[in-house]
């Protein structure tokens, strides 16, 4: 079981597979490396890379330290003890404003971003309107504390858009093939705070690689309009959005997700070659 401790004493377990240029995969909240499953298949072409944040899947879990400067100290520790350079960053959900905490760090290292149900800011406020309203966080706070494993089984079946999966799949691909384990629920307190307060709009002129962003258009957990959003305030982005797909498309609809991933991909490729 590969484990990485960090500069900051706090072991980060991660999967790697395949060979070739190198793809790291970011889960979101409440989750682990293991959701990006269905896209394991890429590693006969691929060098691809599962990390489980602190506090998630197999990682440790220490009493304090959610904030993203320190989920993003834990990305560049990765980064610089397994030597990785020339990276597609595949990040969701939370994953994607870990990233964009990180970026300034890891740009010299990186190739491209791919940005998947993704927001710079989790909570609506002045200024901007994608995200949800603040009372919607405090409310999961709230139910987190009275029942913690109920709260992330119904956070899991909201991810998915009505008839989006068969009756169950919510709580199999949540329990039996995502979570190796349930997060600690002081990680998952603590995480939900930083999501809920952290706003990382200011970071995304900043960033010239190519981004892909990929979003669900029945998303009601970071709504679609977040990644139009970026799409505007990203120098060089593409946005595809996804019919009838809710918050993990990568999950519900693993064939169309693979294949714009994939072209997005052969392009940079192709790029390179005519460069």
Known sequence: MPILETAQGVRIHYESVGEGPTLVFMHGWAMSGRVWQTLEGMSDRYRLIFLD???????????????????ADDLVDLFGALRLDNVVLIAWSMGVQIALQAYPRLEERLAALVFVAG?????????????LPSN?????????KRECAGTITDFSRRMFAEGEILPGEAERMSFEEILTKLPAYHALKESLATLASADLCAVLPSIKLPVLLIHGSADTICPPSASRYMA????????????????????????????????FLDGMKADDRQG
Not at 119 to 131: Q, V, W
Not at 138 to 143: E, F, S, T, V, Y
Not at 235 to 263: I, N, Q, R, T
């Open 53 to 71: 944040l602190r506090g998630h899947g197999l990682s440790a879990a220490p009493d304090s330290g959610y904030s993203y400067e320190n989920f």
């Open 119 to 131: 927001t710079p800011r989790f909570t609506a406020g002045e200024g901007y309107p994608h995200g």
């Open 136 to 144: 919607e966080t405090r409310g999961m706070a709230l139910r987190l």
């Open 232 to 263: 505007l305030h990203l120098p060089d982005a593409c946005l595809a959005v996804m019919e009838g797909a809710g918050h993990a498309p990568f999950l519900s609809k693993p064939l169309e997700f693979e294949a714009l991933f994939s072209e």
